[in-house]
């Protein structure tokens, strides 16, 4: 069941029913453990091509994000009977010269397990990345997303503004 | 006048009509020096909110996105005769974690001067910067642009495909 709810929970843990009792699901950052503990699994559910991978080419990617700061930020939640990491989504700050050398956020490939859906806590992982990109001084934050999750940002706080268009190679 | 078209001129210079005679315009990468050559000012056509940049800070934000390397691209024409950027557009590499830790290039801020509308300038941009993402190894390109810019991505290769959502701070 969720039992915390409104804005009074920005900070709290989100409670779930475990099967066998109540769970606390905080929010972190990713760690370079979390290839152990789904994170890329997890992945899959946004994106059937997603694949496992190796601890080296984790650890890789792991480094190169690292290196970018406040500027790259993925958030996640772990389950913490099983391990597992249920949710997550990311942020990445674009630097430009336009609006005063202004800095735009972009949010990147919110998920969160099928299983543990209906616990908010998508709007928890996107209120995280959005209150980061306001942290470090973005003037907006942007997402793409197909049109029935329109509702849902909605009430994380987005308007639709712009289309997007793609090539894929 | 335009005289260079269609798919042969990819790598060709674009040919204008510069009032007293044919403009060559090729596409480079930024450099510092662009700064006194109306690169901010040309962004002002995009967003009304860009305002001018001191040379500190300008310095500051090109030394940034430098060392983010082939990571981010940022292309501008320049006419010779005026010694003014009167094109622009730009591309950063997003680094992932799914699609086999693949990699996305997201362009932006793409603007062609009013006064060099018509020469197929922004088309070039667009594809110097698709080129771009796709020789880094992107697995796709994506932009966002207003409903009215379809028709004109659409002769650039891309397809509509989802919605894009804004928070402004």
Redesign the interface.
């Known amino acids: 069941m969720e039992k915390a709810g409104g804005e009074g929970e920005r900070s709290a843990a989100t409670v779930v029913d475990g099967g066998e009792g109540d769970l606390f699901l905080s929010l972190r950052r990713l760690e370079i453990s979390d290839n152990e503990k789904g994170?890329?699994e997890l992945?899959?559910q946004?994106?059937p091509?997603?694949?496992p991978?190796s601890d080296a080419?984790?650890r890789?990617?792991f480094a190169?994000?690292a290196a970018l700061g406040e500027d790259h930020v993925?958030v996640v939640a772990e389950n913490p009977r099983t391990g597992k990491i249920v949710a997550t989504g990311s942020v990445?700050v674009?630097?430009?010269?336009?609006?005063?050398?202004g800095k735009v956020g972009?949010i990147?490939?919110v998920v969160v397990d099928a299983a543990a859906r209906g616990y908010h806590l998508g709007q928890r992982v996107v209120r995280y990345l959005?209150d980061h990109?306001?942290a470090v001084g973005?003037?907006?934050?942007?997402?793409?997303?197909?049109?029935d999750l329109?509702s849902f940002?909605?009430k994380c706080?987005?308007?639709?503004?712009?289309?997007?268009?793609?090539?894929?190679?």
């Open positions: 994170f890329v992945l899959s946004l994106s091509s997603s694949t991978l080419d984790f890789t990617r190169e994000l993925i990445f674009e630097r430009k010269f336009l609006r005063g050398a972009h990147e490939d959005t990109a306001k973005c003037y907006k934050v942007i997402l793409d997303c197909t049109s329109r940002y909605g706080g987005f308007k639709e503004k712009d289309i997007q268009m793609t090539i894929y190679f």
